[in-house]
């Protein structure tokens, strides 16, 4: 059973910082592509970021491209979003997810099999 935990959300004012963590149980963890998705008000969830099973490759939605990064530490089975210059537009929930697939970066939800509860972001004008 795979469990994912997202922490280091908060309310930040626009073109501040805040940096998601996200912790996995599991074995696994260092096998398979990792993502970040958020949802905003009455949104689809949509793809932010995402990471393959090595850290060597990485794909971001043109949204965030410049001001997010993704990191993973295979070590300690985490993944991490950085997020610099923060807009009011990136007011949403995110969610870590573990793709199904280990070096292929997938954008769409059907392609991600566990997900964690999700941590809110609020960013201020």
């Known amino acids: 059973q795979v469990q994912l935990v997202e922490s280091g959300g908060g309310l930040v004012q626009a073109g501040g910082s805040l940096r998601l963590s996200c912790a996995a149980s599991?074995?696994?963890?260092?096998?398979?592509?990792m993502g970040w998705f958020r949802q905003a008000p009455g949104k689809e969830r949509e793809f932010v970021a995402g990471i393959s099973y090595s850290g060597g490759s990485t794909n971001y939605a043109d949204s965030v491209k410049g001001r997010f990064t993704i990191s993973r530490d295979n070590a300690k089975n985490t993944v991490s979003l950085q997020m610099n210059s923060l807009k009011p537009e990136d007011t949403a929930v995110y969610y870590c997810?573990?793709?199904?697939?280990?070096?292929?970066?997938?954008?769409?939800?059907?392609?991600?099999?566990?997900w964690g509860q999700g941590t809110q972001v609020t960013v201020s004008s």
């Open positions: 997810a573990r793709s199904r697939k280990t070096t292929a970066i997938a954008t769409m939800q059907a392609e991600y099999a566990y």
């Open positions: 599991g074995r696994t963890f260092s096998s398979y592509a």
